[in-house]
């Protein structure tokens, strides 16, 4: 069978949208005002009208454009606060993730009688089991295995669901482990609301959304050649392996706020973070070895600015936002497009400017630049040393 067809893509949003243009509950919107919010941005002002109808959608806006809201707010909006069970399952692909989209239910919902549980892998389910039990929560927020267990086992009952959310599905519904769990899941649940949200949908990514989705889905994208992060300056710098280190030294030394360096490996992440530690510039490395306790540890020092450096791998490239973020660093070149744009997302989140640098070191790096600016339509300078950034765009705040 064809997937189903989406009929319509959203309009661009006019520039005065404002939230009290969706009539929200009035508790959400003295949370939104808590939170200093003051309008929607474009992707929320398209996507929350069709998701307040109650209609499917898929939606792709780049990395910092606030699609976590669309989903928090309209949630929110919508659940019954006066019917028993969970009524909402938000799934994700990582640990991180779920943990940052459960704060951010818990950060809107305030002045509301809103309850989450967060279920996530490597955490006794025990615990998660009686949470459930309990019977006094309205949300989930879970990664797909353990959400799939808890399903499995009796423990999570879908019967009350309202809501599915899918969020980062170019990678959750393609990742080959994914493909039992998430049937499990699809199986079981309800007739409901699905929305789905990424950065960016291959076209597999495309065509499995288009069988999750009910037919009359609604749109709201951008093209590939609107995913580039505009606000960042974006540089790179022709080096050799052994100039690489002198190179990040003298970028570490500019008057940034956080910064996040990829490296393509786990064990040049950490060689790399023992160097710069050797070199008095504190940093800590990421990478998917870690415990999960450690995991957790670091992500919530980091989101305090506790951290103010961190060295890691393409674990890191997704879905977290981190506001503190001005700089980001290709160490390594990453191997395709999609993971340039997830990456470098990591600066200039949140409608403020950044800095981001690829070291461009062989041949294959040289391939990969090439096909980033063409696929995204950007003119990436080229610059021979650290003093030719344009310090005062990257780090002023717009």
């Given at each position: 069978?064809p997937?189903?067809?989406?009929?319509a893509?959203?309009?661009q949003?006019?520039s005065t949208?404002?939230?009290?243009d969706f009539n929200?509950?009035a508790?959400?919107?003295?949370?939104i005002?808590?939170n200093?919010?003051?309008?929607?941005?474009?992707?929320?002002?398209?996507a929350?009208?069709y998701?307040?109808?109650r209609?499917?959608?898929?939606?792709?806006?780049?990395?910092g454009?606030?699609?976590?809201c669309?989903?928090?707010?309209?949630v929110?909006?919508?659940?019954?606060?006066?019917?028993?069970?969970?009524?909402?399952?938000?799934?994700?692909?990582?640990?991180e993730?779920?943990?940052q989209i459960?704060?951010?239910?818990?950060r809107f919902?305030?002045?509301?009688p809103?309850?989450?549980?967060?279920?996530?892998?490597?955490?006794?389910?025990?615990?998660q089991?009686?949470?459930?039990?309990?019977?006094d929560?309205?949300?989930?927020v879970?990664?797909?295995?353990r959400?799939?267990d808890l399903i499995?086992?009796?423990d999570?009952?879908?019967d009350?669901?309202?809501?599915?959310?899918?969020d980062?599905?170019d990678?959750?519904?393609?990742?080959e482990?994914?493909?039992?769990p998430?049937a499990d899941i699809?199986?079981?649940?309800?007739?409901?609301q699905?929305m789905?949200?990424?950065?960016?949908f291959?076209p597999e990514?495309k065509?499995?959304?288009?069988?999750v989705l009910?037919?009359?889905?609604?749109?709201?994208?951008?093209?590939?050649?609107?995913?580039?992060?505009?606000?960042?300056?974006?540089?790179?710098?022709?080096?050799?392996?052994q100039?690489k280190?002198d190179?990040?030294?003298?970028?570490l030394?500019l008057?940034?706020t956080?910064?996040?360096?990829?490296?393509?490996s786990?064990?040049?992440?950490?060689?790399?973070?023992?160097?710069?530690?050797?070199?008095?510039?504190?940093?800590?490395?990421?990478?998917g070895r870690?415990?999960?306790?450690?995991?957790?540890?670091?992500?919530?020092?980091?989101?305090?600015k506790?951290?103010r450096?961190i060295?890691?791998?393409?674990?890191?490239?997704?879905?977290?936002?981190?506001?503190?973020?001005?700089?980001?660093?290709?160490?390594?070149?990453?191997?395709?497009?999609?993971?340039?744009?997830h990456?470098s997302?990591?600066?200039?989140r949140?409608?403020t400017?950044?800095?981001?640098?690829g070291?461009?070191?062989?041949?294959?790096?040289?391939?990969i630049l090439?096909?980033?600016?063409?696929r995204?339509a950007?003119?990436?300078?080229?610059i021979?040393n650290?003093?030719?950034?344009?310090?005062?765009?990257a780090?002023?705040?717009?």
């Amino acid at each position: 069978m064809p997937p189903k067809k989406n009929t319509a893509e959203a309009p661009q949003a006019p520039s005065t949208a404002s939230f009290a243009d969706f009539n929200l509950r009035a508790e959400l919107t003295q949370a939104i005002t808590d939170n200093g919010f003051e309008r929607p941005s474009d992707v929320q002002a398209q996507a929350i009208p069709y998701c307040l109808e109650r209609r499917d959608v898929r939606v792709q806006a780049k990395s910092g454009k606030g699609k976590t809201c669309v989903f928090v707010l309209s949630v929110l909006n919508m659940i019954d606060f006066t019917v028993p069970g969970i009524q909402c399952v938000v799934l994700c692909n990582t640990r991180e993730l779920a943990l940052q989209i459960a704060d951010e239910f818990s950060r809107f919902s305030k002045h509301l009688p809103a309850k989450s549980v967060t279920l996530i892998g490597k955490t006794p389910a025990n615990i998660q089991i009686k949470q459930l039990q309990a019977n006094d929560a309205q949300i989930v927020v879970g990664t797909i295995g353990r959400t799939a267990d808890l399903i499995r086992r009796g423990d999570l009952k879908l019967d009350k669901l309202q809501f599915l959310v899918i969020d980062e599905a170019d990678q959750l519904l393609t990742a080959e482990e994914n493909k039992e769990p998430l049937a499990d899941i699809l199986a079981a649940k309800p007739e409901c609301q699905t929305m789905v949200f990424s950065a960016t949908f291959s076209p597999e990514a495309k065509e499995l959304t288009g069988k999750v989705l009910r037919e009359g889905f609604r749109e709201v994208t951008v093209d590939d050649q609107q995913l580039v992060l505009h606000g960042l300056v974006q540089n790179y710098m022709k080096v050799t392996e052994q100039q690489k280190l002198d190179t990040l030294i003298e970028l570490l030394k500019l008057k940034f706020t956080q910064a996040v360096v990829f490296t393509k490996s786990v064990e040049r992440a950490n060689v790399l973070s023992e160097f710069l530690n050797g070199q008095a510039i504190a940093c800590k490395a990421f990478v998917g070895r870690m415990s999960n306790d450690k995991r957790e540890e670091l992500y919530r020092a980091f989101k305090k600015k506790d951290v103010r450096i961190i060295v890691c791998t393409d674990i890191f490239q997704r879905g977290v936002d981190f506001e503190g973020v001005n700089l980001v660093v290709h160490f390594d070149m990453p191997d395709e497009t999609d993971a340039y744009l997830h990456r470098s997302g990591r600066a200039g989140r949140f409608e403020t400017n950044g800095l981001v640098v690829g070291f461009v070191a062989s041949e294959e790096d040289n391939k990969i630049l090439e096909s980033i600016q063409s696929r995204f339509a950007v003119k990436i300078q080229e610059i021979n040393n650290v003093a030719e950034i344009d310090v005062e765009r990257a780090f002023l705040a717009k």
